[in-house]
């Protein structure tokens, strides 16, 4: 009796664990979180960059779950692998770090993505990330997504970071590279800002709020 009990526990333990893990997989991205904490922890173990201008790169490989109705990366992939290559950038030049010493947060502000040649499924590829410079606001980045069969450029995006309780020169500052002065923007990045801030503009009229 008590060993037909102790099954029947084991049982509805089951069970409960098997709903349990239906509900948290429904519910929540689990997979976008472990992989943060992957790259966290990966991280914490690379050495260290000091300058937080040279460029980094991680390696990916197009998977079964990356594919779209047309066999291969689905756009929007682009972004999500973007999202841990720029947590593993900040994580290795100390940014992050710094911000959260500060109390700030880094948010994108804004981003823009130029897709070149589609990525394949099993092709592997590098996405190369470094920043373009920074103001008052926001830092400026630039993600290349290079094919490693050809060393061809899929995919590029410029990416603007937004600082929020801080600057990015406090942020700099306690990194101990505030003698670093930002790069002159490039003509297309002057650009690309010029939209972004007409942009918002427009969307501040529309609302009925002042211009910034």
């Known amino acids: 009796m008590d060993s037909e009990l102790l099954s ?22 689990v997979w976008y ?4 904490a ?6 914490c173990f690379q050495p260290r960059v000091k300058d937080v201008l040279s460029e980094q790169s991680v390696d990916g490989q197009v998977l ?16 999500r692998e973007c999202d841990f290559a720029r947590f593993h950038h900040y994580m290795r030049n100390g940014l992050f ?15 823009t993505v130029r897709y070149r040649r589609s990525l394949a499924f099993r092709e592997t590829f ?4 470094r920043v373009l410079g ?20 899929s995919a590029v995006m410029l990416c603007r970071q937004n600082v929020v309780h801080c600057s990015p020169e406090d942020i700099l500052q ?11 923007f490039s003509e297309d990045l002057k650009h690309w800002i010029s939209f972004i801030s007409a942009n918002s503009q427009s969307l501040r009229a529309e609302s009925g709020l002042k211009e910034e």
């Open 64 to 79: 079964l779950h990356d594919l779209d109705y047309m066999g291969h990366m689905n756009n929007s992939r682009y972004l």
């Open 134 to 153: 920074w103001d008052q606001k926001s830092f400026y980045l630039e993600q290349r997504f290079v094919s490693k069969k050809d060393n061809f450029v």
């Open 174 to 184: 306690v990194v101990g590279q505030e003698k670093i002065k930002s790069p002159e």
């Open 126 to 129: 590098e996405i190369r990330t």
């Open 38 to 43: 992957q790259v966290f922890v990966w991280s």
């Open 97 to 111: 770090m710094a911000s959260f010493r500060l109390g700030a947060k880094m948010v994108v502000g804004a981003s």
């Open 33 to 36: 979180f472990l992989r943060g």
């Open 8 to 29: 029947r526990s084991l049982m509805f333990l089951l069970f409960l664990l098997l709903l349990l893990f239906v509900l948290l997989f429904s519910s929540l991205d």
